[in-house]
């Protein structure tokens, strides 16, 4: 007499909305390192903070702007903004590092994730867990942001000590942090020679 076969399915763990990074073409995108929360090793809190190093970008880059940008014509939103960047929303969102956004277009806070695109992106390395999908993960991100509007996206990446500046109208380059890149409207930022005024206490 045959005995059945009984197939065992793999019991998958259901993994909580909060380690959710963001939403790319509708597939979740989880914190690096979510699974050793999952597995106790760490607290949520562990994984979605920035390291000293990046936030010191983020906030050099901010000062910069204050003192640079038009403040009429632009509003600077920084610390991980949502963005809804399809027109489902609710469906696809992405968290920006730094968004410059045109004050014609941002009328007034919502309460909710960005729904305009910003003129410029700023993303400084990222918390994404890219396990699966890989370093695609920068272009991908890159090209929606472009796709829905944004003209320029500019990463800096700390361990490779490069920046990439991309637009959708040009060829995107990758340059070394000691190249002069514009910002917006003729603002200039040479990361390596502004990093180095910082921690001298240099204006």
């Known amino acids: 007499m045959a005995t059945a076969s009984v197939k065992k399915k793999k019991s998958k763990v259901k993994i909580p909305d909060y380690l959710v990074y963001e939403i790319l073409d509708n597939k979740k995108i989880y914190y690096k390192n979510y699974e050793k929360v999952l ?8 994984i979605m903070g920035s390291s000293d190093l990046q936030s010191w970008i983020v906030s050099l880059i901010v000062e910069h702007l204050y003192k640079a940008l038009d403040n009429k014509k632009y509003k600077i939103l920084f610390n991980e903004v ?3 960047y399809t027109k489902t929303r609710e469906g696809n969102w992405l968290n920006l590092d730094i968004a410059i956004v045109s004050r014609e277009k941002l009328k007034k806070p919502q309460g909710t994730y960005l729904k305009v695109p910003p003129e410029v992106v700023i993303e ?4 994404a867990d ?4 890989g370093d695609e993960y920068f272009f991908l991100k890159t ?5 829905s509007g944004v003209k320029k996206v500019i990463w800096i990446y700390t361990q490779a000590k490069k920046i990439m500046v991309a637009q959708d109208d040009k060829e995107w380059k990758i340059v070394d942090w000691n190249y002069d ?5 003729g603002i200039i930022l040479n990361l390596d020679e502004a990093l180095e005024k910082e921690l001298k206490g240099e204006e």
Do not use: C, H, M, N
């Open 143 to 147: 090209k929606r942001l472009l796709k």
């Open 181 to 185: 890149i514009e910002i917006i409207d």
């Open 39 to 46: 597995s106790g090793q760490l607290p949520k809190e562990a």
């Open 82 to 84: 949502g963005y809804f």
């Open 130 to 133: 890219l396990s699966e999908i």
């Open 124 to 127: 400084v390395d990222t918390k």
